[in-house]
């Protein structure tokens, strides 16, 4: 096992804890000279609020723990491409790199719709690995979104 699938095993433990609160299944690490110093989890239903998407969560425990709001030397492990909120906060954060599980082709920032991780044109650029445990990190959102759509069609009948 590779050091970043050691970590990104962390990140998909902290999407289950999503996934056991019924949020979309979407967790996160963030590590710094080889340790997790943040975690977080997909809490948007749970906390009523637009900026509870796990990196955000992560980031400002991780801001708390360094004592400082810049992210330098840190990598982050997501389970799921970050979204526009999420990419912007990570370049503003100045993570230097970033390890994503699965593709969002609807609304990912890393690559999928845009690549706002590496804006020449932005005073900051993050370094980007993609598809790491990806088939994990697919198969948990599918499983999530599947039992969704059942549980709807239930209520329906």
């Known amino acids: 096992m590779t050091i970043d699938e050691k970590f990104m095993k962390k990140a998909l433990a902290e999407a289950k804890k999503a996934y056991a609160l019924d949020e979309v299944p979407i967790g996160c690490v963030i590590v710094f000279d080889g340790r997790i110093i943040a975690r977080g989890y997909n809490r948007r239903n749970t906390d009523k609020?637009?900026?509870?998407?796990?990196?955000?969560?992560?980031?400002?425990?991780?801001?708390?723990?360094?004592?400082?709001?810049?992210?330098?030397?840190?990598?982050?492990?997501?389970?799921?491409?970050p979204c526009q909120m999420c990419a912007g906060a990570i370049v503003q954060a100045r993570?230097?790199?970033?390890?994503?599980?699965?593709?969002?082709?609807?609304?990912?920032?890393?690559?999928?719709?845009?690549?706002?991780?590496?804006?020449?044109?932005?005073?900051h650029q993050v370094e980007l690995t993609r598809g790491v445990l990806e088939e994990e990190s697919s198969t948990m959102l599918s499983e999530f979104f599947k039992e969704l759509r059942a549980k709807k069609a239930a209520e329906e009948d």
Not at 51 to 72: M, N, P, V, Y
Not at 95 to 122: H, P, Q, Y
């Open 95 to 123: 993570v230097d790199r970033v390890v994503i599980g699965s593709m969002n082709k609807k609304a990912g920032c890393a690559g999928s719709v845009i690549n706002l991780l590496d804006m020449k044109e932005f005073n």
């Open 49 to 81: 609020s637009t900026l509870a998407h796990a990196e955000l969560i992560a980031i400002k425990k991780a801001a708390k723990k360094l004592g400082d709001w810049r992210l330098e030397g840190c990598t982050m492990y997501i389970t799921l491409e």
